[in-house]
């Protein structure tokens, strides 16, 4: 199957920096990436929708001047999560796909902010 | 709108027990559906899908039927292993006009603890 990388798998930061996840497609082409936030022993929760050249498409409640989502080629989308707070630390899942076929997931970053 | 239910967890079984978790739908149109696993500390991986009614995904021993009638696509396994021990979840995807991807709705994932 295809392959979705992601990097870092973990990153530790102090409140107010900010910190880049890269979400990178290895074999084919993502016309389309998602990004997700799990919380602990909870279900995935769609943050927003990029497509490749264009602005992400974010869910309601989702801020998008925080959570800074760039999908600058086919194969790499980055979020990119500004002045980090203690309450931003969770899992984050990216997930690519080539038109409406299906979703390839990522291993997921863990976030911690201090 | 569009949701996913699935049984809560978690459900814990001894090794070679058969499981059952029961996930139902509701969707406008007709959605494709899947069952993800998540290990610990890990993302999602596709399990199975069916993509139309009465279709049986199947793969590692899992199973699931597409039952339009229910709105069903329950997941079952005849023997489960420690190493099943894991989240599931459910989804759906429904085709979308604009060609912006497939987006999948996900149930509340259930917690498979398998013991020897």
């Known amino acids: 199957g295809a392959v979705v990388s992601q990097h870092p798998s973990r990153v530790i930061c102090k409140s107010g920096t900010s910190v880049k996840i890269e979400c990178r497609s290895l074999?084919?082409?993502?016309?389309?990436m998602f990004w997700y936030r799990q919380f602990p022993k909870q279900s995935l929760m769609l943050m927003a929708t990029?497509?490749?050249?264009?602005?992400?498409?974010?869910e309601q409640g989702v801020e998008k001047d925080k959570f800074l989502i760039n999908h600058a080629s086919l194969t790499l989308s980055t979020l990119t999560v500004t002045s980090a707070h203690p309450e931003d630390s969770s899992f984050y899942i990216c997930?690519?796909?080539?038109?409406?076929?299906?979703?390839?997931f990522g291993p997921g970053t863990r976030l911690t902010v201090t | 709108g569009d949701s996913v239910t699935q049984m809560e967890g978690p459900v814990t079984l001894s090794e070679e027990a058969f499981l059952t978790i029961n996930c139902t739908y509701t969707?406008?149109?007709?959605?494709?559906l899947f069952w993800y696993v998540q290990y610990p500390g890990e993302g999602l991986q596709l399990l199975l899908k069916?993509?139309?009614?009465?279709d049986k995904g199947s793969n590692k021993g899992f199973e699931a039927t597409y039952r339009k009638e229910t709105t069903s696509f329950h997941l079952e396994k005849g023997s489960v292993q420690v190493s099943d021990s894991a989240v599931y979840f459910c989804?759906?995807?429904?085709?979308?006009?604009?060609?912006?991807?497939?987006?999948?709705?996900f149930g509340g994932g259930t917690r498979l603890m398998v013991k020897p």
């Open positions: 989804a759906l995807t429904l085709p979308r006009l604009n060609n912006a991807g497939n987006m999948l709705t």
């Open positions: 990029s497509n490749e050249g264009s602005k992400a498409t974010y």
């Open positions: 069916a993509t139309k009614a009465d």
């Open positions: 969707a406008t149109g007709y959605p494709s």
């Open positions: 997930s690519a796909s080539w038109l409406e076929y299906e979703q390839y």
């Open positions: 074999d084919f082409q993502a016309t389309t």
